[in-house]
């Protein structure tokens, strides 16, 4: 049997719940975001990253205002690592104020990036639109690769694997 759901026009702050909830209904991919200036190198776990366009190759990463991250990453090169199954750890660690458990990085092809990541992306600044509590911050993909391997996700509040 199906149920159907009636609309009901919320009010803050129950919106925020309701919200929050039902986004909690779509899968998500998993990734590290990695940007470096002259304190070191610093990355933060993002889970809105969007292919925009192939020509140019954009994609989109929301960076969330109030994240201690926002200020220095605009405006920089950055790297997008997109996180396996393993990466639990990985995520919780960028995701954390603590920062404890944070992998030493990958720098083989000379950026920043997660050791054993399924993707990456290197990307230059391109644009940035302001968005409510978020930056959508658009990157011009310079370099990316891949390899075989199942992602993280995340569904329902919780890191989880793709069964299947």
């Known amino acids: 049997m199906n149920a159907v759901m009636e609309a009901v026009r919320l009010e803050p702050p129950q919106i925020a719940t309701e919200l929050r909830a039902t986004f909690a209904r779509f899968a998500t991919g998993v990734a590290v975001v990695a940007y470096e200036d002259d304190a070191g190198t610093h990355g933060l776990t993002v889970n809105s990253l969007t292919s925009i ?3 140019p190759p954009l994609l ?3 960076i969330q205002k109030n ?3 926002h200020a220095a990453l605009l405006d920089r090169p950055f790297t997008v690592s997109v996180l396996s199954a393993d990466h639990s750890d990985v995520a919780r660690a960028f995701a954390s104020k603590s920062r404890d458990g944070a992998p030493e990085w990958d720098r ?3 950026v920043p990036l997660v050791t054993d990541a399924i993707g990456w992306f290197h990307c230059a600044p ?3 639109h302001e968005a409510g509590d978020h930056t959508i911050v658009l990157g011009e993909v310079q370099r990316c690769g891949s390899r075989d391997g199942s992602p993280l996700l995340f569904y329902g509040g919780q890191l989880t694997a793709l069964n299947g």
């Open 53 to 55: 366009s192939l020509d």
């Open 60 to 62: 989109l990463v929301s």
């Open 67 to 69: 994240s201690r991250s």
């Open 108 to 110: 083989s092809i000379g």
């Open 126 to 128: 391109w644009a940035r």
